[in-house]
């Protein structure tokens, strides 16, 4: 491989790396800033301490700047003052035609320097306050236009700029940069008079060195960098624990929150001090044993309700068997008596049918109510269980047109599940749809994948309207209660059938729409305590929404592939069965949609 490919490829990948980790700490570190109160309100405190701290350190630092240069300034002018005198009385008379103009310069630069270092003199005194200086001075032969300028000292120094306003006899100052020595670079406040008392033009310079004040900028910047660090800083830390001090008790009424929530219905704040703090634990504690109180009472009435119900159902059972035994002696008798006592005859025995499902429905869900309910789980075959419900419903749907298909996969849907408890929720949920099918096809589909398996059974009658999914499964609801029933459910079947699917670690789920049928989901662990996160068949189902339902008489072909099946059987259940099909359904409960049995 080319050496410049493989580089690349190594630093693609490295990038690649790098993005990724930046993408994971960014994540992390948003996930700590939402759940961090702390966090959000140090980081907040250090960002506009800083902006606030740099605006008044910029503030400060510019307010001393110009204090210094200004003392400079009129130090420096106060010097120039004195030096322009010294100069004046020494070059008095100067001439440029008898004397030598640069000879008299340097003469005078030399006095003006001997001044400005006589002790008790004003020169010296002036220069002590404005500080050590250069003098310059130059002048140019008159009538001699373009005529080179006679200077001593570093004329070379002074800008042109100010060179022009004091050959134009006026005074003035400048800052500018001086470079000497190489690259050493220096700052001068450079001060310009013109001499007049001679009797040709001359110009004044001193240049005053910025070094000192530079020095002080210098030492005020170091200081305020420093202390705006520091004071940051110990702003953040004062924010931290004041912030620490009103989140820590909120940190522990949420920690005390979750623990009552989850039944330790004991746990209480600790109240310190009368603040605001304090108040809270004491409204939150108030609430607690409100709260705690009335759990108290509602769970006390829901066992003496449970018990109710099991208690009646238990001593219900002696009269009704002793009914029961009278009303089949009557049956059996009945065509013997005449025509209307032999009709009611036969509605007494169903009514009882329906009475002693209705017992065995309640004493089934004060067990469950009660939580003693226990799975007896064994490795079964779903599709015996689902053949075996098919066979039990035969004898619920009388003489109706309904035909139930079975779309199951032809090699095993093997599961860990209490058989007579899935059994029973697939006897309510065909029932339930045979009932409100309106005559037209059920179908009832297995499906698995490696977690899960699922059965779901659709119908294409009434439907359900929005929002009657959630309630069908409430106790004793039906969605019409005007409706002229087949069954006669209890009215506790699929109320029971949830629960015997939570009992499972699994969920029933329904979906319908009005005159397009509905259709009831049943998603169970492959094996206990396996967590199921997606279902092997869709709901809605493939199928949904139906605009035209589906002929009744099919004509006598292989049926249609529903989810990738093709159905194994097809149960007619237009003949009326015998009575022994019956007696499983008898003994079992007959459900109808909306909570029926």
């Not at 002696?318 to 005449?338: C, G, K, N, Y």
């Not at 035909?403 to 032809?410: A, F, N, V």
Request: net charge negative; glycine share 8%.
């Amino acid at each position: 491989m080319n050496p410049v490919t493989r580089g690349s490829r190594f630093v693609a990948r490295w990038s690649r790396r790098l993005v990724a980790e930046a993408g994971h700490r960014w994540t992390a570190f948003g996930e700590v800033w939402r759940r961090s109160l702390q966090l959000r309100v140090v980081t907040s405190t250090l960002a506009l301490s800083t902006a606030v701290v740099f605006v008044l350190g910029m503030v400060l630092q510019n307010e001393i700047i110009d204090r210094l240069v200004y003392a400079k300034q009129q130090a420096a002018i106060a010097q120039t003052g004195v030096a322009q005198r010294t100069v004046s009385s020494e070059l008095r008379g100067m001439n440029s035609s008898t004397d030598n103009p640069e000879a008299r310069l340097n003469g005078a630069l030399t006095s003006l320097t001997s001044a400005s270092d006589a002790p008790g003199s004003d020169q010296q005194a002036a220069s002590s306050a404005a500080g050590a200086f250069v003098p310059v001075l130059a002048t140019a032969s008159p009538g001699l236009p373009g005529a080179p300028v006679v200077s001593a000292g570093p004329y070379r120094d002074v800008p042109d700029s100010l060179r022009q306003f004091v050959q134009n006899g006026q005074s003035g100052f400048q800052m500018t940069t001086v470079t000497s020595g190489g690259d050493n670079k220096q700052i001068f406040l450079i001060v310009g008079a013109p001499i007049t008392s001679a009797n040709q033009p001359v110009q004044l310079y001193l240049l005053f060195s910025l070094s000192a004040e530079q020095n002080t900028v210098n030492v005020v910047q170091g200081t305020l960098v420093v202390g705006g660090l520091v004071l940051v800083l110990l702003l953040a830390a004062i924010t931290s624990l004041v912030i620490r001090q009103v989140v820590r008790p909120v940190r522990n009424a949420a920690e005390i929150a979750e623990r009552f929530a989850d039944g330790h219905l004991d746990e209480r704040m600790r109240v310190i001090g009368e603040d605001d703090v304090a108040r809270l634990a004491e409204s939150y504690n108030q609430m607690a044993e409100s709260i705690q109180g009335q759990i108290h009472q509602l769970e006390e009435f829901g066992q003496l309700q449970r018990r109710f119900t099991s208690d009646v159902s238990h001593e219900l059972r002696t009269p009704l068997t002793t009914v029961r035994m009278a009303a089949d002696v009557l049956h059996a008798s009945r065509e013997q008596f005449p025509s209307g006592l032999s009709r009611s005859t036969e509605l007494l025995v169903d009514e009882l049918d329906r009475f002693e499902s209705l017992l065995g429905d309640l004493l089934e869900i004060s067990r469950l109510d009660a939580g003693v309910e226990e799975l007896a789980s064994e490795q079964v075959d779903v599709r015996g269980l689902a053949r075996s419900a098919v066979n039990s419903v035969q004898g619920l749907v009388g003489s109706t047109t309904t035909e139930i298909e079975l779309c199951m996969p032809d090699e095993e849907v093997a599961a860990d599940v209490d058989a007579r408890r899935v059994e029973r929720i697939l006897r309510n949920l065909l029932a339930n749809a045979v009932d409100h099918g309106e005559g037209l096809p059920v179908r009832l589909s297995v499906g698995m994948n490696e977690t899960a398996i699922a059965i779901a059974v659709r119908d294409y009658g009434v439907g359900l309207r929005p929002g009657e999914a959630d309630l069908v499964f409430n106790r004793f609801w039906r969605a019409d209660p005007s409706r002229n029933r087949r069954t006669g459910g209890t009215g506790l079947g699929l109320a029971i059938s949830v629960e015997d699917a939570h009992l499972h670690g699994g969920t029933l789920e329904a979906w319908g729409e009005p005159g397009k049928g509905a259709c009831f989901r049943l998603t169970l662990p492959r094996q206990p305590n396996t967590e199921v996160t997606d279902s092997p068949l869709p709901l809605p189902p493939d199928d949904a929404p139906i605009d035209e339902p589906p002929v009744v008489d099919v004509p006598e072909q292989e049926p249609a592939e529903v989810n990738g099946w093709h159905p194994t059987a097809v149960v007619p259940t237009r003949e009326q069965p015998d009575v022994d099909d019956m007696a499983p359904a008898r003994a079992g409960t007959a459900p109808e949609k909306g909570g029926a049995s």
